[in-house]
């Protein structure tokens, strides 16, 4: 994998390269981190939607679209994701390399030009304010993709379990704020909050992929804002156990589990790899267990959250089998707890791990959250580091991580046919 | 081994493609900057696939529908080890999906090429099925189904090709129905893998690293000499017209789920149809469209949701506008005027112009994926079609080859699909 090169252009705005050639696109991302709060989620959950709407060279969003096309089909992204108790607020623009450009358009300049202006001249009217036309569209999707939420019920019951989990604190806070909160948003509480974002979160900015920016170019640009902040993960508090049943006419059931623990930085891979010998790769114990020897479901697959610290286990399951499934689930975790794990299931996880963190370096979404979950730790690890890491573990050490995991949430959503 | 080297100068990539003495085409495009290598074992046996003829005999067969799934399913087990284990001791990532047009069993890897190279073309030629594990995999299978049940995106679609179409077989859902798969024996499947996973039936994709010399001797050690397939699929006529212009059904959904769209006509397309069909529908309604503004600006579509594809195969073809709406009827008609509009005043030279760089521009971009490239390449085979000839025909696009496909899209053969929320829903069941 080409290098990753980490460069801080002042104490509160970060700027990672991997300029790798091979890649016919680039992409560059400025991605600002804040600590979750109730009463702001909802409005900067709103921001990067309506920065990237228009901008003053480009103040019209079809006429936007247009350039974006014209330049090949590039696209300008926004999104927001909650990352342990940091809200995390991105804007992008992709597009290809400018060998491709056959056109002869010196691509970085041209999409760089344009995330800078949605970054620091996003459109705005005579008052100051963002358009009402755009504030209104983009609050009308926020609730819809709460909506959205809803009708997957993957995503719903995880969001639930979720947020039975630490309900309460800053990592429970919903990405995009509550519903109640984004229905009260008006356009005079967004007025500042973009520059109050510039200038107090962590900025993480990326450029990755076929090109070659120009390190003066971005620090001259972004080395004025941001805020220093150190990141963390959640700090660990045992909850008591709490078990949830919450119905719908819905034809399968879900059941998605949650467990904590107390993981050091050091532990990171082990409870990746703890994860991946219960429930990931198709040689875990769960697939092999519940869904191969038993056929209770199609899928029951874990997942391990360090900047969470939280592991989750989630299944889609006929309603008269959620008990069944659950005490399932329970007697694998309690069988790597023992120590049972043969060498093949070890072995495959490992393998499968070591398999997808080569991979990182493939795609530029990879590099960018590989990296993006690096900040939170004190000390970075490059993917072939973690890899390297993960191999030295042996079945006992992975039986002890279990043991750590103490029982959180259990969140049934429960079917119940039309 | 002869190879045909296939280049772009265009995009700056090439790639081999040849054809084993077995009769299975494969198709080898280098990729020498990523860690990993992706392999496609693409068999030209989908849903659609379900009645056909073998040669010599007097009456067509038939299979209950999900024949083509299920068996993907099951040709993972085998009498000793089952693939998944095998592939967990090479460490490759492997999974397999079933489409309309065919099935398709791929892993990726960063090592060990050759060993799950070997797994992969041994496990898809063995199959080995009881009783015993058929009726275990209808469990697995049945609860994959209740999934897609609950599902707004998989429900909206599959009603839409249903009303669609009156007798061809892509109305039926691609695993089945819990009704069907109780049929499914082990006969079934030994029958219908011996119709169709003979290697003329079959493509070997690989992007990444690897030797090309390698890669036949491997096939010479694993492919044995097979006659060609001796069965061919069967389709019913079906009519010109839609079954039925309007489906709807209520599930636990937030806001409604809808699908708009024109049925096509079903003959065979190049690669020039796909890019003339590929630029109108970005002219018509990509985010930089008139069309998109308005329907954005009523308030009857989100981004996050809005899509449109041209979905076409074997005897069938059909373009789609979808997404969430909270009125899915007015929607569908600001797009059937958008259509009309069109076809009477043409399309605007500057939209025809971003829309083929547009396209372009995606196509480069899908390059940088080892797992898309295969894929694309596995898929435009099976229709005699070829990458570089489609990347080729973007650029040669004339703006007449585009307004010609709007000839296409005829409102007497439309149809709109919805989901609702339910009616009768508690609550707790609304947001």
């Known amino acids: 994998?080409?290098?990753?090169?980490?460069?801080?252009?002042?104490?509160?705005?970060?700027?990672?390269?991997?300029?790798?050639?091979?890649?016919?696109?680039?992409?560059?991302?400025?991605?600002?981190?804040?600590?979750?709060?109730?009463?702001?989620?909802?409005?900067?959950?709103?921001?990067?939607?309506?920065?990237?709407?228009?901008?003053?060279?480009?103040?019209?969003?079809?006429?936007?679209?247009?350039?974006?096309?014209?330049?090949?089909?590039?696209?300008?992204?926004?999104?927001?994701?909650?990352?342990?108790?940091?809200?995390?607020?991105?804007?992008?623009?992709?597009?290809?390399?400018?060998?491709?450009?056959?056109?002869?358009?010196?691509?970085?300049?041209?999409?760089?030009?344009?995330?800078?202006?949605?970054?620091?001249?996003?459109?705005?009217?005579?008052?100051?304010?963002?358009?009402?036309?755009?504030?209104?569209?983009?609050?009308?999707?926020?609730?819809?993709?709460?909506?959205?939420?809803?009708?997957?019920?993957?995503?719903?019951?995880?969001?639930?379990?979720?947020?039975?989990?630490?309900?309460?604190?800053?990592?429970?806070?919903?990405?995009?704020?509550?519903?109640?909160?984004?229905?009260?948003?008006?356009?005079?509480?967004?007025?500042?909050?973009?520059?109050?974002?510039?200038?107090?979160?962590?900025?993480?900015?990326?450029?990755?992929?076929?090109?070659?920016?120009?390190?003066?170019?971005?620090?001259?640009?972004?080395?004025?804002?941001?805020?220093?902040?150190?990141?963390g993960p959640v700090p660990y508090t045992r909850t008591d156990f709490r078990r949830v049943t919450e119905e719908q006419t819905i034809a399968q059931s879900k059941l998605a589990m949650a467990f904590r623990a107390d993981v050091p930085p050091e532990d990171r891979q082990l409870f990746?790899?703890?994860?991946?010998?219960?429930?990931?790769?198709?040689?875990?114990?769960?697939?092999?267990?519940?869904?191969?020897?038993?056929?209770?479901?199609?899928?029951?697959?874990?997942?391990?959250?360090?900047?969470?610290?939280?592991?989750?286990?989630?299944?889609?399951?006929?309603?008269?089998?959620?008990?069944?499934?659950?005490?399932?689930?329970?007697?694998?975790?309690?069988?790597?707890?023992?120590?049972?794990?043969?060498?093949?299931?070890?072995?495959?996880?490992?393998?499968y791990l070591c398999n997808s963190l080569r991979s990182v370096g493939d795609s530029l979404h990879g590099v960018e959250g590989w990296y993006l979950g690096q900040s939170f730790a004190q000390e970075e690890l490059t993917p072939e580091q973690a890899a390297e890491n993960l191999m030295k573990y042996t079945a006992a050490d992975v039986a002890e991580a279990a043991n750590r995991l103490v029982p959180a949430v259990v969140y049934r959503l429960k079917g119940s046919e039309c | 081994m002869e190879w045909e080297r296939i280049a772009s100068p265009r995009v700056g990539d090439c790639y081999y493609r040849g054809r084993h003495s077995s009769g299975l085409e494969i198709i080898l495009y280098p990729k020498e900057t990523g860690s990993s290598t992706q392999a496609v074992l693409g068999v030209k046996y989908g849903s659609v696939h379900n009645s056909f003829q073998w040669e010599g005999e007097s009456a067509p067969e038939a299979m209950p529908e999900g024949a083509a799934h299920y068996l993907e399913h099951k040709l993972f087990e085998s009498e000793e080890e089952d693939a998944f284990a095998r592939f967990a001791e090479t460490g490759a990532n492997a999974n397999a999906y079933t489409g309309e047009e065919s099935t398709c069993y791929v892993f990726s890897c960063?090592?060990?090429?050759?060993?799950?190279?070997?797994?992969?073309?041994?496990?898809?030629?063995?199959?080995?099925?009881?009783?015993?594990?058929?009726?275990?995999?209808?469990?697995?299978?049945?609860?994959?189904?209740?999934?897609?049940?609950?599902?707004?995106?998989?429900?909206?679609?599959?009603?839409?090709?249903?009303?669609?179409?009156?007798?061809?077989?892509?109305?039926?859902?691609?695993?089945?129905?819990?009704?069907s798969i109780a049929r499914i024996t082990p006969a079934h499947l030994y029958r219908c893998h011996e119709a169709f996973y003979s290697p003329s039936n079959m493509i070997l994709a690989i992007v990444g690293k690897f030797d090309r010399d390698k890669v036949a001797a491997l096939c010479d050690e694993m492919f044995r000499l097979v006659p060609a397939s001796r069965v061919e699929p069967l389709f019913p006529d079906e009519p010109e017209t839609v079954a039925r212009s309007r489906i709807e059904q209520e599930l636990s959904v937030a806001i409604p789920v809808f699908q708009f769209g024109y049925k096509c006509g079903g003959a065979p397309r190049d690669e020039k149809d796909l890019a003339a069909m590929g630029v109108l529908l970005s002219v018509l309604a990509s985010d930089a469209s008139p069309l998109f503004r308005r329907l954005l600006d009523q308030e009857l579509i989100n981004e996050s949701s809005f899509s449109y594809q041209y979905f076409e195969g074997t005897g069938y073809a059909t373009v789609i506008f979808g997404g969430e709406s909270k009125d899915p009827e007015r929607a569908a008609r600001l797009i059937q005027e958008e259509v009309r509009e069109m076809g009477a005043k043409g399309i605007p030279e500057e939209a025809f112009h971003w829309a083929k760089r547009?396209?372009?521009?995606?196509?480069?971009?899908?390059?940088?994926?080892?797992a898309g490239v295969a894929q694309w390449l596995t898929d435009f085979a099976f229709q005699g079609q070829e990458l570089f000839t489609y990347i080729d025909a973007l650029a040669e696009l004339t703006i007449e080859q585009a307004e010609e496909k709007l000839k296409d899209l005829r409102e007497d053969r439309s149809v709109l699909s919805v989901i609702r929320p339910l009616k009768s829903a508690r609550k707790d069941e609304t947001q």
């Open chain 1, 272 to 351: 990746q790899l703890m994860s991946a010998v219960l429930g990931e790769p198709t040689s875990s114990k769960l697939f092999q267990k519940i869904r191969e020897e038993r056929g209770l479901c199609y899928y029951c697959d874990s997942a391990f959250s360090w900047v969470n610290g939280a592991l989750f286990v989630e299944s889609g399951v006929e309603t008269k089998d959620l008990d069944r499934v659950e005490a399932a689930v329970l007697e694998q975790l309690s069988a790597l707890r023992n120590g049972e794990i043969t060498e093949a299931e070890l072995r495959g996880a490992k393998l």
């Open chain 2, 358 to 370: 547009s396209l372009y521009g995606d196509c480069v971009s899908s390059l940088n994926s080892a």
């Open chain 2, 110 to 179: 960063t090592d060990r090429l050759y060993d799950s190279l070997k797994i992969l073309l041994d496990f898809v030629q063995s199959p080995y099925f009881t009783e015993e594990t058929v009726a275990k995999e209808r469990g697995i299978i049945g609860q994959e189904l209740t999934m897609y049940q609950d599902s707004p995106s998989w429900r909206v679609f599959f009603n839409y090709l249903r009303a669609m179409y009156h007798v061809h077989p892509v109305r039926e859902d691609v695993a089945g129905t819990r009704e």
């Open chain 1, 1 to 231: 994998m080409s290098q990753v090169k980490t460069y801080a252009l002042s104490e509160g705005v970060t700027l990672r390269t991997f300029l790798a050639p091979a890649f016919k696109t680039m992409r560059i991302s400025v991605n600002l981190l804040v600590p979750a709060r109730e009463d702001r989620a909802a409005a900067y959950g709103l921001l990067p939607y309506l920065v990237t709407r228009a901008t003053r060279r480009y103040p019209d969003y079809t006429a936007l679209g247009g350039r974006l096309a014209e330049l090949y089909g590039a696209s300008l992204g926004s999104s927001v994701q909650k990352i342990g108790e940091y809200q995390v607020l991105s804007v992008s623009v992709d597009g290809i390399a400018s060998c491709y450009a056959f056109g002869g358009e010196n691509m970085f300049a041209e999409l760089a030009g344009l995330l800078l202006d949605v970054v620091f001249d996003p459109l705005k009217d005579s008052d100051g304010l963002f358009p009402l036309d755009g504030f209104l569209q983009e609050k009308r999707q926020q609730l819809e993709q709460k909506d959205s939420d809803f009708s997957d019920k993957m995503i719903y019951a995880h969001q639930r379990c979720h947020e039975l989990l630490f309900e309460g604190g800053p990592a429970g806070i919903d990405r995009l704020g509550g519903r109640k909160q984004i229905e009260a948003l008006r356009r005079e509480d967004l007025a500042s909050a973009w520059e109050e974002l510039l200038d107090q979160a962590k900025v993480e900015i990326f450029v990755l992929g076929g090109c070659a920016p120009d390190l003066e170019w971005f620090r001259e640009r972004f080395s004025g804002i941001g805020g220093n902040r150190a990141l």
